[in-house]
């Protein structure tokens, strides 16, 4: 039997519930480790080892709405993490939300990860907004008028260094329309 007597005064270790929670994820569990992650949490909700199993967690559950809760927790505690900003991005992806995903892996901070990651959503919003230009006369006008405002009412977003120019615009069609306005 392996009793655990407790001292007056002494407090446990969140260790072995943490290490617990870790193994449970790792062996597929994740309904349990998001139990033994939150039993820590209740304790103490700043505890960046729970919360990265809670996170992980939901993930592998597609707990998308939750799982951003979490991790602006964990941003709020390390902001300066950059696999927050790319678990972040990847989760607006997920549901997505283009935009906020660019965001967010930008501040993930030369993780070549995140950068391929913007890179294949900038190249997937050239292709959406060069089929916009086509066959959607309103957005067309719109962009005429400002291609940014126009994008952003979209919910297309451009990080910093794609904004000068046209250089964001890989498609073709997208390119020619950015050199021509209709008349």
Known sequence: MNAVIEQPGRRRSPKPTLSRAEYLLSAGHPEEAILASRRLLRKNPEHLGALEVYAKSLWQLS???????????????????????????????????????IKSFARAEDSETASAAIEELRDWQSTVIADLLRDDRVFSAHYAQDPEAACQARGFEFVPEYRTGESWLTHPYAQAMAYTRPS
Request: zero cysteines; glycine letters at 10%; proline letters at 5%.
């Open 63 to 101: 707990r998308y709405d939750q799982l951003l809760v979490a991790i602006e927790t964990m941003i709020r505690l390390n902001p300066y993490e950059p696999g927050y900003h790319a678990l972040r991005g990847a989760v607006y992806q997920a549901l997505g939300r283009t935009g906020e995903a």
